[in-house]
């Protein structure tokens, strides 16, 4: 591992790049948010199992610990105010004890409860069963639905904050009726950045959000038919256009499970997540802290595509825990550090790449300098992705970098760039080289396919004939107009752009 150094360019939170120093920023920030929903009680009943009942073939778990949890659009709260977010709940609990228990765990979190309105039937709860690590049984209980005399009221009030941006948790327990749809359509100008995390967005085009986030079972209720086949993120691409005019909202991110995430944002190339891998779990609520995060970023200025990247990495630390679980500032700055960082060295480099294609994955390799990594950077590299199953990201050395861009330049080291490009979940591996080109990497390397962006055709290119030699195909990806980093450096140093 390479050591890490200071950064000594700072972007901009409406430019900044997904880098270890960004969760701190944003919570610095501290955005207000406003969070909508259905909140739930979960709760967990663990303890072994040593026999089966005799009065039915169900197995007797012996409860040893009793947890609870906020769940829902609760638990979205409590992932915002752990992120460092300044969070309000506009929703409904009964006047029970799980209610008070709800009403007290989101006071332990800092979330502000004065929009928790109380309900008539009981508390919306979530009682799961483990026994020996195995989840064998869940009973819940719903309250009926019914419209909430406070509920606009309660809204108005949290509105009067002057939130950065407001959270929709819509999952059908029965809080967000129509006349609730219809109340927020009324006041959608006050509600600075809407996020909508809703089985069915549908509902909620007359708000015209500006984010939904539906999963894909969710997206194919949408369309009215499945995204099934071997490439799900293919299929909702192409339904891009036909996905934002059915949920009437500017951008839509298709969650993907262990596939990760797709962002189709009008105007925008697609923006593709990969889900870092981690064993079986018994997590709940990975989707609530996705969408914590990039409500977080959203509503603090930051790019959709970094935003996305964010929500991938606190979905990615979530999974990896038992129970309903949250992501906190200092899990999102550790997750984001221990993405990026790692330099590898060409002999590494030669041996991860080769049980990568001895595993059947197709390698993708470019290079460049990244100096100072700007939107152009990230779509890219995006595109470039998804053109194999690996991508090897080979950054010039700085004096290669002062040899083209002259004596100022890097701005960052390689190690601060290495760290940077490599938090992206669509980056593999890293490596630095001295030359001008990246020649002998690929003689070692031998890729599949040899990517590189802007006014190219393969026959300019000197790398060329190496990446042909041994089998490889060279592509010329979309290239960004406006988006240089010399133009990004211009801004930073005029300060043209605020954080």
Known sequence: MT??????VSQPLTSAPLAADLPERLAAAAPRVVVVGDAVLDCWMSGPSRRLSREAPVPVVEVEVTHAS???AANTAVNLAAMGAKVRLVSVAGDDEDGRTLRRLLEEADVDTAGLLAGEGPTAAKRRIVADEAMVARYDTLPPPRSHDGFTTALDAALETDPDAVVVCDYGTGVLDEAAV??????????GVLVVDAHDPGRWAPVTPDVVTPNAGEAATLLGRDLGGPDRAGAAEAAAGELRARSGAGSVVVTLDREGALLLADGLPAHRTWARPVPESRACGAGD?????????????????????????????????AGTAVCSTGDLTARVGASGGTLATAAELERLVAADRAAGKRIVF????????????????????RLGDVLVVALNADEGVRRLKGPDRPVNTLADRAAVIGALSCVDHVVGFADDTPVELLEALRPDVYAKGGDYTPEMLPETPTVEASGGRVVILDYLADRSTTATLERIRGGRVQA
């Open 289 to 321: 802290s996705f969408t914590a995060a990039l409500s977080l970023a959203l509503a603090a200025g930051t790019p959709a595509p970094t935003a996305v990247e964010l929500a991938q990495a606190a979905a990615d630390v979530v999974v990896g825990r």
């Open 3 to 8: 050591e890490r150094t200071t950064n000594p």
């Open 70 to 72: 906020p769940g829902g």
């Open 182 to 191: 219809a109340a927020l359509a009324a006041r959608r100008a006050r509600c």
């Open 366 to 385: 470019t290079n460049g300098c990244f100096d100072v990594v700007h939107r152009g950077h990230v779509a890219y590299l995006n595109q470039a992705k």
